[in-house]
């Protein structure tokens, strides 16, 4: 029985998949919210976007030289 309603628990996830990120990101961020502050969690969330993304861009990428060199003007790459 318990193995079963790990299944059905493991299928609801995966076919609401987009659902539960938000609603556990919505969660996480409430409740760095409530312990830190709206400005400091915020600034967390940028931090965090910030950081997927060049992290994306260096899987794409397979350099992060290459990655920075794209993102930083002319004077920050000698």
């Known amino acids: 029985m318990e193995n079963e ?3 059905k628990l493991l299928q609801l996830i ?3 998949k987009g659902k539960v990120t938000g609603a556990l990101l919505g ?3 409430a409740i760095l919210i409530l ?10 969330v ?5 950081g997927y993304y060049l992290g994306s861009r260096w899987d794409q ?3 992060f030289k290459r990655v920075l060199d794209r993102l ?3 004077q920050y790459k000698q």
């Open 14 to 16: 995966t076919y609401h």
């Open 35 to 44: 312990i830190i502050g709206f400005l400091k969690a915020l600034l967390v």
């Open 27 to 29: 969660f996480f961020f």
């Open 5 to 7: 309603l790990w299944k």
């Open 72 to 74: 930083l003007p002319p």
């Open 61 to 63: 990428e397979g350099d």
């Open 46 to 50: 940028v931090f965090s976007f910030v």
